[in-house]
């Protein structure tokens, strides 16, 4: 059976929808009771330090979208400006509040938006090239989204197992709860575009060949040490006892849209290229600090 068409109409009332059902968590409604510190340090300090650095880019996010969007449009604008930062914010700030009452350093957000952005930003000023640029940026928002859900449900299990219910029920599960709506609004956006037909095969061709060029995981920002850091979140996670399921779980939606030219391929092989060189420089980074 052929899927429903995906029109701006349904987009727009799912952004309001999440608006109306999601307000900012607010700080003061955590319970900040940790049972054992130390356990939850040793087991997971290192995932959640990560995830509060990425969560408070969110605001670098902001300014890279306008840089590349320099036409965005009212649906857009809601998500990035109602939604989707006062969530992503506050989920910043509370896991980096959790990393503090963990006896860790808080996070530093690297909020410089790269030259390599500011060029497509530059480029994305002819209206063809930002046609290109937005597919990108709404399979980038979804991949990313895709693997906050996939580390919010490790996580959670994992601290389900050390029976810290505070940090579960109050922290994580409602900052889970708010991912797969951004997700679902990438995934909706990437998908209209495609099924609307909104670029021509060259600049489908340039979309992938710069996807190819510079797929990035969540919060690596092309630099080796966020590289390395994620590879410590993957390993971490137990995630690369499967990298290719995990490259399949993140990467399906991309493969669909973006490469359905070739026909039954699972996930773009960057994906999971980006996930073992991520996982090398972790354990390389482990040998040289003698571990
Ligand atoms: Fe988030
Ligand atoms: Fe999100």
Redesign the pocket.
């Known amino acids: 059976m052929p899927r429903q068409p995906i029109t701006q109409q349904k987009i727009a009332e799912h952004v309001q929808r999440l608006g109306d059902l999601y307000p900012p968590i607010p700080l003061g409604s955590v319970d900040r009771t940790i049972k054992d510190p130390r356990a939850v340090a040793a087991k997971f300090g290192h995932v959640i330090d990560y995830l509060a650095r990425v969560?408070l880019e969110v605001d670098r996010n902001v300014l890279e979208l306008l840089c590349l969007l320099p036409d965005v449009d009212d649906t857009n604008k809601t998500f990035y400006a109602d939604v989707w930062q006062p969530?992503?914010i506050q989920?910043g700030l509370i896991l980096d509040r959790l990393q503090q009452d963990l006896g860790r350093t808080a996070a530093e957000p690297h909020l410089e938006v790269s030259f390599k952005i500011k060029i497509l930003g530059a480029l994305a000023n002819l209206p063809a090239i930002q046609d290109v640029a937005k597919l990108l940026y709404f399979l980038t928002g979804a991949s990313t989204e895709r693997q906050?859900v996939l580390a919010y449900n490790q996580i959670n299990t994992g601290l389900q197992e050390l029976g810290e219910t505070a940090i579960t029920e109050t922290i994580i599960t409602p900052?889970k709860q708010?991912?797969p709506g951004h997700f679902a609004f990438y995934q909706m956006s990437a998908t209209a575009m495609i099924q609307d037909n909104v670029l021509q095969p060259w600049q489908l061709y340039v979309a992938r060949l710069m996807r190819e060029k510079s797929y990035n995981l969540v919060g690596t920002n092309a630099m080796d040490r966020y590289k390395a850091d994620m590879g410590g979140v993957i390993v971490d996670l137990g995630l690369n006892a499967d990298l290719e399921g995990y490259a399949r779980e993140v990467g399906r939606l991309e493969a669909r849209l973006l490469w359905a030219n070739r026909n039954g391929m699972e996930f773009p092989p960057y994906i999971l290229k980006a996930l073992r060189e991520s996982v090398d420089l972790y354990e390389e980074r482990l040998k040289r600090e003698g571990a």
């Open positions: 969560e969530q992503e989920h906050a900052i708010q991912e």
